[in-house]
């Protein structure tokens, strides 16, 4: 059972960074895939940035040049990371940590992820 838990997520303003964290734990082979999704009120939920088991990334064309997403070893855990610049009022949303032992291709598509954190709050404002 892997275990996923947001932070960092937060308000600013429109133009400016925001650095996502997550924690994926439980599991001890860190050959996990990772991803990053967000939802707004009304909308459906969106892919926003990918890392795969091998490394490949896969970003969201709307994110694409203004956000970064990374991912990093520990001993008992991995760290995914998205850095946010340049934000707009659009990318207000709650973000979701994803992440699957089970990997194909890097994707963001939601229905290949079975473990998921809670979200985190993202506000924008103009």
């Known amino acids: 059972q892997v275990h996923v838990v947001e932070s960092g997520g937060g308000s600013v303003q429109a133009g400016g960074s925001l650095t996502l964290s997550c924690t994926a734990s439980?599991?001890?082979?860190?050959?996990?895939?990772m991803a990053w999704f967000r939802q707004a009120p009304g909308k459906e939920r969106e892919g926003v940035a990918a890392?795969?088991?091998?490394?490949?990334?896969?970003?969201a064309d709307s994110v694409k040049g203004r956000f970064t997403i990374s991912k990093d070893n520990a001993r008992n855990a991995l760290y995914l990371y998205l850095q946010m610049s340049s934000l707009k009022p659009e990318d207000a949303a709650m973000y979701y940590c994803a992440a699957d032992s089970i990997c194909g291709p890097t994707t963001l598509s939601g229905e290949e992820y079975n473990y998921w954190g809670q979200g985190i709050q993202v506000t924008v404002s103009s």
């Open positions: 439980g599991y001890s082979d860190h050959r996990l895939c």
């Open positions: 890392v795969g088991s091998d490394g490949s990334i896969r970003y």
